[in-house]
T-cell receptor
Framework: DVKVTQSSRYLVKRTGEKVFLECVQDMDHENMFWYRQDPGLGLRLIYFSYDVKMKEKGDIPEGYSVSREKKERFSLILESASTNQTSMYLC????????????FGPGTRLTVL | GEDVEQSLFLSVREGDSSVINCTYT??????LYWYKQEPGAGLQLLTY?????DMKQDQRLTVLLNKKDKHLSLRIADTQTGDSAIYFC????????????FGTGTRLKVLA
């Protein structure tokens, strides 16, 4: 059974704090993605990675960075959290194949006070 | 633009059919997907259709693709309370980056 896990389901941080969101997949997928989900806006891609140590900006990378030191782990970093980063964060992974199905973690609901 | 658009809400009675609509913008999209998000969970792939197909049926689900109008729909027959969820359409571009563009999501509420 394929699995994508995220380090926390709920997280509360203060403005200005550095925040780490961790994602781990056990399917040996090459591709990993970080999205944020906001009501009425759907999912917006923050960053993605095709391989270890490789990263590319998505549609809304400002205020975020990522790290992929190992194939199974993709971290999202908020260098200095702000209240407008309060959101649901979803991690996904996919194999490089014809269908390109993405497998999602359960999400981390981050609140920045 | 790159928007994939959906209506935000749909309410149906149990046993009726639900039709969720989506419009997309990129005629070069290779695959179009429907994902389901249940409360408190991540997204899960329901079904997908290749861009050279017009229709795909999978048990209670029927996907219709109108390439001319760039319109995708998902029909759920005999809708059950367990179908209550948010449904996202998504397109995968030909650019080879394996990125998706997601729609805004449609919240389906099934009334008993």
């Amino acid at each position: 059974d394929v699995k994508v896990t995220q380090s926390s389901r709920y997280l509360v941080k203060r403005t200005g704090e550095k925040v780490f969101l961790e994602c781990v997949q056990d399917m040996d997928h090459e591709n990993m993605f970080w999205y944020r989900q906001d009501p009425g806006l759907g999912l917006r891609l923050i960053y993605f990675s095709y391989d270890v140590k490789m990263k590319e900006k998505g549609d809304i990378p400002e205020g975020y960075s990522v790290s992929r030191e190992k194939k199974e782990r993709f971290s999202l970093i908020l260098e200095s959290a702000s209240t407008n980063q309060t959101s649901m964060y979803l991690c996904a992974s996919s194999e490089t194949d014809r269908v390109n199905e993405q497998f999602f973690g359960p999400g981390t609901r981050l609140t920045v006070l | 633009g790159e928007d994939v658009e959906q209506s935000l809400f749909l309410s149906v009675r149990e046993g009726d059919s639900s039709v969720i609509n989506c419009t997309y913008t990129d005629s070069s999209s290779t695959y179009l997907y429907w994902y389901k998000q249940e409360p408190g969970a991540g997204l899960q792939l329901l079904t997908y259709i290749f861009s050279n197909m017009d229709m795909k049926q999978d048990q209670r689900l029927t996907v219709l693709l109108n390439k001319k109008d760039k319109h995708l729909s998902l029909r759920i027959a005999d809708t059950q309370t367990g179908d209550s969820a948010i449904y996202f359409c998504a397109e995968s571009r030909v650019s080879g980056t394996y990125k998706y563009i997601f729609g805004t999501g449609t919240r389906l509420k099934v009334l008993a």
